[in-house]
Structure formats: structure tokens, C-alpha cells
């Protein structure tokens, strides 16, 4: 497909009658032109539905609103758009109301997890940093359903400014995450603004971007934008593919935009029933990102945020899916398969056991053929006893700053932490314990 086809310049010049080529790459065009009506679908789709349909249909988008980029929607096939992938991730569907006990409005504690607004400080060293409050389009399986719609405002620079000092007073940030919304739906200068007063802190070793733009509004990535971020690197930028289709020549050249300004490239899909819970299709998704540089990153389980129910499937649907990719093809083409954990735990990565048994020193694996193999451990391995003095062990790292205290699990691991156990703060026998004493 060539960038403005044939069925685009027909949409366009249903939308606006003196629409151009120049109006259909202008991302700002896509903005303002964003459709937010169930006719407003029905119009361009020449499909219609019955008055009880489009009657249902608005008491969904009355709690979760659309909004659907005309160059988006260019890429639903009518004929089918029921099953269409596009379209089951733009239009609503009236499954959306149906909550059920295990769902939640804020699944991953962001707002909870967060000590200035706007920001969520989950794990020890990176931040996820709320930049902007809308997108271009207004994805049916957003994890912030909550807030979609809400405040449909881009934070004035003061608004960040609390965020930004918050990261400038932490010095174990070393990686800064913009989110959002999207952050590419900020002007190039507040982007520009915001990049310079993140790297300036010295703390911060990399700034990431999580956008969707490359998908819904690839116009968005204009010979300006890809200038100014080019100023600003290490920068890596992480993009929302879920389906092939939504790979087209105008994403191509958005992703190769960016990738020739030197810019890291990942992928973070979502697993959804209906859409992409399909070994081969996942397989052919990353199979045509890493051939536009896009180096696939997490698959998402489904959260359990409000109103996505109909789209979650079973783990062991993501683990198909993983079974189906290791050995079978490439390794940078195979994702790494995440829970988030409700509760704000964070991500935890799931793929099939390899591991068949294990003993003093020998460890038996199988590999994606089902050949069952043995490793045998050295007989000789000098642990390096470690107290933490960088300066004196034999592995020669020169770095000062070792880090101070050991997390977790890691804690149980480390020979310089004295953890011995980990106990659930609710745990019932340490409760009848200090009740004792
Ligand atoms: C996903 C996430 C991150 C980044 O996690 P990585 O595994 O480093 O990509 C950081 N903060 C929050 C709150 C997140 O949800």
C-alpha cells in the first residue's frame, strides 16, 4: 500500500471536500480531524448499524470516549471490519461495560506509586513520567482506561516542572521513561524543553519514549521532530504494533525516520483475544518490525484494568505464543513475555520451563525440538566471594558507586546482604510470635 492510496484520498475528501496529499501527511490534519462519533465511523465506513447497536454503543463511549485518526481508520477493510484488528482496537465495543470482581480501575497502583503527580516511581533505578494527558488515538485495550478522555490536556511546562525536580532530588533515577498519553502529542519545543531539562540532570543516563505515533499518526514523525530528538541522545524510543496490518508504507517510513537518527527501536505489543493470540501471526508481526529495525521488546498480558475483559486471554495463550518463537526463530525477533503485576509489582517475565531436572552436577534442559539434554556443571568454579569492595576483587570493576543494598530476592542471593528469609507482611505465625513477646 503507498502512503495517501486510493481509499485514503476517498476518506479524506469525505471528511473535508477540499482535502490534499499535503492535508493527509500534516499529523495536526489527523488531530483535528479525529473522529469522536459512532456515525462519524459509520459515514466513512459506509457500514451502518441498528438503532439499538448505535444506542448501546454510545453508553460505552459516554465512560470510555473514542477518538480515531482518519489515517487509522483508512486501514480497516469494511467488508470485514467486525474481525478487522484495526477496528476492534479503535471502535468501541459495547463488552467494554462488562466489569467483572477481579478488575480495577488503576490495576498497576500508578497513581498510588506516585510521590509527585504525574509520575510513578515503581522500581529502584527508572521512573515512568506522565507527559501528556491524550493521544491521537484512543486504543480500546489502554491499561489507562481511567483517565482516557479525562483531562484531554497537554500539562503546561509548571505542571512538570514538580516531576522534573523530583528526579533532579533522586539520584538513583538513572532512566527516565515518558508516557503518557502520548508524548509526542507535545510540540516539538516542549519536547525540546522537556529532553533538555531531563538530560541536564546528571544523574540521568537515558531518557525513553513510549509512543504510539508510529502506528496511528506515523505523520507525527516529521524531519523536525527526528531533528530535534536527534540532540538528545541516548534516547530509545519504544512503539505500540499489535497486528501486521498496522505495518504500512507510512509506519515504514516513520520507523526508518527514526532509526536513521540513530535512535533504538522496540516494540511493546499487548496480547489480545481476537486480535493477535496467534503464534504465526505474532511471528510474522516481529518478523516485519525487526526488518524495519524495531527490536521486539515486551508482549503484554492483558491487564486487569477496567473494561478490557473481552479482550484478555489465558497466560497460557502467551506462552503458545513463546513456545512457538524460541528456537524457531531469530532471538532478537522474540519479545520477552510480561505479567504487570496488579498491585504495582511490576512486570514479570513468563516463558515455558526449560528446565527438566537438576542435580549436584548436572542439569537436564530441553531445547524447542523436544531433544532432552544434559549440562554438566564445571567441576571446578571458584565462587568470588563478594563483600562488596569493588576496589579489591579480581574482576576489576572500576566503577564507585556500587550500588548499597541488595532488593528481594536478590537480597536471599547476595553473600554481603544477611537476609535469610522473606515473610509477607501479613504472615500469621510472626503475627502469634511478637504477640507473645
Ligand atoms: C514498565 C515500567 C517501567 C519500565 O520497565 P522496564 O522493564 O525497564 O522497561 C518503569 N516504570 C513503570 C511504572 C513501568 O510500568
Redesign the pocket.
Known sequence: MQIYSENQRRLAKIIAEDATRSNWTDWKWHVRNSIKSIEGVERLLGIQFTGKERAALKNTTEKFPMAITPYYLSLIDPKDYRNDPVFMQAFPSTDELRIESHDMSDP?H?DE?SPVPGL????PD???LHVSNTCAMYCRHCTRKRKVGDRDSIPSRDDLRQAIEYIRNTPQVR?V?LSGGDPFLLSDDMLDWLLTEISSIEHVEVV?IGTRTPVVLPYRITDDLVEMLKKHHPLWI?THFNHPAEITASSKQALAKLANAGIPLGNQSVLLAGVNDCPRLIKVLNHKLVRNRVRP??LYQCDLSEGLTHFRTPIGKGIEILESLRGHTSGFSIPTY?V?APG?G??IPLMPNYIISWTANKVVLRNYEGVITTYHEPAHYEPTYCDRECSTCNLQLREADAEEKAIGIESLLADWDDAQSLTPEENERIGRRTDAA
Do not use: A, F
Request: aromatic share 14%.
Open positions: 498497576l500508578e506509586d510513578t516511581h515503581r522500581y527508572r521512573v515512568l532512566d521513561l525513553r519504544n521488546y515486551y510480561v504487570d504495582g511490576g512486570k
